[in-house]
Structures are given as C-alpha cells and as structure tokens.
Nanobody, 123 residues
Framework: QVQLVESGGGSVQAGGSLRLSCAAS????????MGWFRQAPGKQREGVAS???????NYAGSVSGRFAISRDNAKNTLYLQMNSLKPEDTAMYFC?????????????????WGRGAQVTVSS
C-alpha cells in the first residue's frame, strides 16, 4: 500500500527556516517523480518543487533560491528545505508521487498524496 507521511511543519518568524520530510512506503520513491505542493486557505493547490528519478530538480519561481528539494534513497524519504521564509509561504504543504513524468508541477498529474503538514510564517 502506497503511503506518504509528511512531518516537520510548524510556526516560524519571517526569515527563518524549516525542513519538511516525507516518508514514503509501499514503493521506491527514487523511481518515481516526487513533488512538493502547497495550498493556502482560499487558494488553489500549487506546485513548489519536484525531483525526477535522475535527480533533475524543478522549482516554482516564487521559491527558487530559497527552497531545496532532496531525497535520501536509503531512507526512502523526500525533503524540502525552506530558507528565508516569508509570510506568503504560509500554507499546508503536501508531498506527492507520480508514476509517469508530470508536465510541470500540475497536481492532477500526481497519483499519490500525503495528508499535509502546516507551515505558518509570521511577520
């Protein structure tokens, strides 16, 4: 059974850092297209970052240079390091996996989802 479980969310002041983790089970995450998404209240879910099986990374423009996606194949875990956080980064963050290569960071192209981790950034 495929399962994704996020952790590491919390509250932080603007300029601070957080690292999200996503523990995968039931499949080998390094062979899937993995991504991080976020959804703020009243807004659509948006892509944040993705990583391909070959290690190629892609970032949304709003987080490029501040966030970094990575994975630990031995732990079957995906990470999102978030630095220089801004109040507009406040959202529920979701980990997702796709069996086939998604076109950009489009949520509908991902097959499996975690339940999310809340990130709150105060000014």
């Amino acid at each position: 059974q495929v399962q994704l479980v996020e952790s590491g969310g919390g509250s932080v002041q603007a300029g601070g850092s957080l690292r999200l983790s996503c523990a995968a089970s039931g499949f080998t995450a390094s062979t899937y297209y993995m991504g991080w998404f976020r959804q703020a209240p009243g807004k659509q879910r948006e892509g944040v970052a993705s990583i391909r099986p070959d290690g190629t990374r892609n970032y949304a423009g709003s987080v490029s240079g501040r966030f970094a996606i990575s994975r630990d194949n031995a732990k079957n875990t995906l990470y999102l390091q978030m630095n220089s956080l801004k109040p507009e980064d406040t959202a529920m963050y979701f980990c997702a996996a796709a069996r086939q290569m998604p076109i950009l960071l489009i949520p509908s192209q991902y097959n499996y989802w975690g339940r999310g981790a809340q990130v709150t950034v105060s000014s």
